[in-house]
C-alpha cells in the first residue's frame, strides 16, 4: 500500500485481472469515506473524502471474484492488414494465427485508450508482439487487434499501433445505448471466425 497525498492510497496488483478482484474486495468492504475505487493494469487507486481516517489494506480479499459478467461472442472477418505480417513474424501460417486468436477466451481487464476500448488479455505466447513501429494514423472502427498480452477492438477510426488481423461489425461503443461500451471489465470476449482471408 503507498499513501497518495492526504486522500488516496495506491494499492499493488498481480496483472489487471487481480487488480478488478482488488477493487472488488475494496467496494465491499463499504469503507467509511470512499469515494472512488479505480483498478488499473497492476494497481488499484482507492480515493478518500478529505480528512478521513485511511485504514489498513491487509485484510482486503484478493480472491474475490469478479467473473458475474457477459460473454460476448464477436464474428471476425479475418481480412486485416498485417494477418500475413504477424504470420511471418511469429513463424505460424495465416490459419494457424486465426486458429490461436479465436480459440482463446479474453478477460476485459479495463477500459481506456478511446470510450469503449477494452484491453482483452489472453493472447496465447505465440501471438505476442510487440506494438508496430509505425503507429498508422488512423485505424478504422471495427478493426480486431492484437499488442502484447492484449487483443481489442477498435470502437471508432483512430490513431493505433496494433496489429490489425480482421474487423467486426460489433458496436463496442455507443452513446445512444442504455449502457454506451459493450464491455464492462471482467466480461469475458470470444471471437469466431466469419470469414477468412480477403
Known sequence: MKLLGDCAVLLAADDAIDAQRIAAGVRQQKLVGVVDVVPAERSV????????????FDDVPKAVRTDSGREHVVPV???????????????LDV???????????YDVAFLGLSPG?????????????????TARTSVPAGSVAIAGPYSAVYPAASPGGW?????????????????????????????VASVRGG
Open 45 to 56: 487507486l482507492v480515493v478518500f473524502e478529505p480528512n478521513t481516517a485511511i485504514p489498513s
Open 77 to 91: 472477418r479475418y481480412d486485416g492488414t498485417d494477418l500475413g505480417e504477424v504470420a511471418r513474424r511469429t513463424g
Open 95 to 105: 490459419d494457424e494465427v486465426i486458429r490461436r486468436h479465436e480459440a482463446r477466451t
Open 117 to 133: 476500448f477494452g484491453y482483452l488479455t489472453g493472447v496465447g505466447e505465440q501471438l505476442r508482439l510487440g506494438r508496430r513501429d
Open 163 to 191: 496489429w490489425l488481423l480482421g474487423r467486426t461489425d460489433v458496436i463496442p461503443f455507443d452513446a445512444n445505448r442504455r449502457l454506451p461500451a459493450l464491455f464492462a471489465p471482467g466480461d469475458r470476449v470470444r471471437f
